[in-house]
C-alpha cells in the first residue's frame, strides 16, 4: 500500500507560482502512474494532470495546459507540479493520486490518495 503526502501549498497573488510535491512511502512508487486532481469549495473533484510511470507520458486539463508541468523523481519516490501565471480560479485543494493502469484522467482509475494541499490565489 502507498501512503501518498502532498506539500508544497499555499497563498499566493495571481500571476504568481507554485510548486506542489507528492511524496510517497510503502510502495513502489515506480510502478504506479500519478495523477494530480483538485477540489474547490462547492464544486466537484477534476482532473489536473497526469504522468505515466517512466515520465514518457503525459496529460494535462485545458486549464492547465501551458502553465502546469508535471514530474517525478523515481529515485526521491516523489511527483511535482509546477504551476506558473496562477489564476483566482486555481484556488482548490490539491491531491496527488497513484494508480496501476496507464496513465489516466478518470479519478477512478486512481487506488491510493493523498490528502491534499491548499492552493489559494488571491486577485
Known amino acids: 500500500q502507498v501512503q501518498l503526502v502532498e506539500s508544497g501549498g499555499g497563498l499566493v497573488q495571481a500571476g504568481g507560482s507554485l510548486r506542489l510535491s507528492c511524496a510517497a512511502s510503502?510502495?513502489?512508487?515506480?510502478?504506479?502512474?500519478m495523477g494530480w486532481f483538485r477540489q474547490a469549495p462547492g464544486r466537484e473533484r477534476e482532473f489536473v494532470a497526469a504522468?505515466?510511470?517512466?515520465?514518457?507520458?503525459?496529460y494535462y486539463a485545458d486549464s492547465a495546459k501551458g502553465r502546469f508541468t508535471i514530474s517525478r523523481d523515481n529515485a526521491k519516490n516523489t511527483l511535482y507540479l509546477q504551476m506558473n501565471s496562477l489564476r483566482p480560479e486555481d484556488t482548490a485543494v490539491y491531491s496527488c493520486?497513484?494508480?496501476?493502469?496507464?496513465?489516466?484522467?478518470?479519478?477512478?482509475?486512481?487506488?491510493?490518495w493523498g490528502q491534499g494541499t491548499q492552493v489559494a490565489v488571491s486577485s
Open positions: 493520486a497513484a494508480g496501476f493502469r496507464p496513465v489516466s484522467r478518470i479519478a477512478g482509475d486512481y487506488r491510493y
Open positions: 510503502g510502495g513502489t512508487f515506480s510502478s504506479y502512474a
Open positions: 504522468i505515466s510511470w517512466n515520465s514518457g507520458d503525459t
